[in-house]
């Protein structure tokens, strides 16, 4: 059973930074490109980040461009989200997610991904 436990949120004042974790287990997640989305209160889920099953592509959304830094260490089965410079509009429910067809491009869009984690809240005060 494919499980993704995200942890690293909580409160954080804006200009600050926090680091997300994503910890994949049962199943092989080397193969599979790995993102990040968010969903922050009254509004739709939207995508965040993305890393390539290899590792040698990331994608990022405008808003968290050169803020934000997606990473994985697959001896670990671990992505992480680098998030600096942080901003009130970046507080949402954080979630990672597995992408479904292996050594795929790197999706920006939520349908082709199988499986999530539980999220974890990011709140940014300012």
């Known amino acids: 059973q494919v499980q993704l436990v995200e942890s690293g949120g909580g409160l954080v004042q804006a200009g600050g930074s926090l680091r997300l974790s994503c910890a994949a287990s049962?199943?092989?997640?080397?193969?599979?490109?790995m993102a990040w989305f968010r969903q922050a209160p009254g509004k739709e889920q939207e995508f965040v980040a993305v890393?390539?099953?290899?590792?040698?592509?990331?994608g990022y959304a405008d808003s968290v461009k050169g803020r934000f830094t997606i990473s994985r260490d697959d001896a670990k089965n671990t992505v992480y989200l680098q998030m600096n410079s942080l901003k009130p509009e970046d507080t949402a429910v954080y979630y990672c997610?597995?992408?479904?067809?292996?050594?795929?491009?790197?999706?920006?869009?939520?349908?082709?991904?199988?499986?999530w984690g539980q999220g974890t809240q990011v709140t940014v005060s300012s």
């Open positions: 997610a597995k992408e479904r067809l292996s050594s795929s491009y790197g999706s920006y869009y939520s349908s082709e991904y199988d499986y």
């Open positions: 049962g199943g092989t997640f080397s193969s599979y490109g």
């Open positions: 890393i390539t099953w290899s590792g040698g592509s990331t």
